[in-house]
């Protein structure tokens, strides 16, 4: 199906809301999809949520967020198996980004790449949480004004919060 969708997508230049939420699509197929939309100028809405992303669609929508062309203002990803490799990314992308405005990667796998994800077994409770949150802080500068360019992200959180933090972040709705 993502493959047929994706040849008739050029058919619709004018196309401005695109929503596949829950239609088990594959990572195969989505990143077929995504290399259609790349040829819409109009993309405003993108919803993938409650498909399949994965390596070669996450490559793809990567690639695509950081265009300069790129029009995506919306982009959903709700429950969309997206793991922190997977969010780093496509996040690191969108710092080129003029665009995009509203983004949901809510109900996802951030987090998972760290420490072998949730649920250990023992304890847990707050203080987890707050060691959770201090990895998300990037180091205090040590060059003087670099501030946090001078962090890689290792995980989704590190690259969402270098994201965030950057001059160039022009979300206005961010939704984890």
Do not use: W
């Not at 050029?10 to 596949?20: G, K, R």
């Not at 990803?77 to 969010?87: F, I, K, N, S, W």
């Not at 250990?120 to 802080?137: K, R």
């Amino acid at each position: 199906m993502g493959r047929i969708l994706a040849y008739c997508l050029s058919d619709l230049p004018y196309l401005e809301h695109i929503d596949l939420n829950d239609n088990l699509l594959t990572d195969d197929s989505l990143q077929y999809i995504i290399q259609a939309i790349i040829a819409i100028p109009t993309i405003r809405v993108l919803n993938l949520s409650r498909n399949k992303i994965d390596g070669y669609s996450s490559t793809a929508l990567a690639e695509y967020v950081a265009r300069p062309d790129c029009p995506i203002e919306t982009l959903i990803l709700q429950c969309a198996d997206v793991d922190d490799g997977e969010c780093a990314d496509f996040v690191q992308n969108l710092v080129t980004n003029e665009k995009l405005v509203e983004l949901d990667l809510s109900a996802n796998l951030l987090g998972s790449a760290s420490g072998g994800g949730g649920g250990g077994g023992s304890g847990g409770g707050v203080g987890a949480d707050e060691a959770a949150d201090d990895e998300l802080l990037p180091p205090p500068s040590t060059t003087g004004g670099g501030g946090t360019t001078d962090m890689v992200p290792e995980t989704g959180g590190e690259a969402l919060a270098l994201f965030i933090a950057s001059s160039s972040c022009r979300l206005q709705t961010l939704r984890l």
